[in-house]
């Protein structure tokens, strides 16, 4: 199992970025995905998740309304797009699949992520 996330950078608050998350090594399509961020000094926390057909999506309060997670099962390729940043969701962000019956993530293995900074 392999993720590769990218898109990252500098934004200014009130910006926006598309991150992207490669995956490989398991049935992308079948699987619920999911998008996480990790701030300096602060727990991994989760902030999104969606099913094989973006059918039905799940958001943190802190992210919801301002992000959009989607997918694209043909290339194996998680998106979410994000506008209206602020400071705090400065942080690296990853993605995994999530497990439904454990209620976290589903995989061990974690991809590099990809930094995050807003600031003017």
């Known amino acids: 199992v392999e993720f590769v996330e990218s898109g990252g950078g500098l934004v200014q608050p009130g910006g926006s970025l598309r991150l992207s998350c490669a995956a490989s090594?398991?049935?992308?399509?079948?699987?619920?995905m999911s998008w996480y961020r990790q701030a300096p000094g602060k727990e991994r926390e989760f902030i999104a998740r969606?099913?094989?057909?973006?059918?039905?999506?799940t958001y943190a309060d802190s992210v919801r309304g301002r992000f959009t997670i989607s997918r694209d099962n043909a290339k194996s390729t998680l998106y979410l797009d994000m506008t209206a940043v602020r400071p705090e969701d400065t942080a690296v962000y990853y993605c995994?699949?999530?497990?439904?019956?454990?209620?976290?993530?589903?995989?061990?293995?974690w991809g590099q992520g990809t930094q995050v900074t807003v600031s003017s």
């Open positions: 995994n699949a999530w497990a439904p019956t454990r209620l976290t993530y589903k995989y061990d293995s």
């Open positions: 090594g398991f049935a992308f399509h079948l699987n619920i």
């Open positions: 969606t099913n094989s057909r973006t059918t039905m999506t």
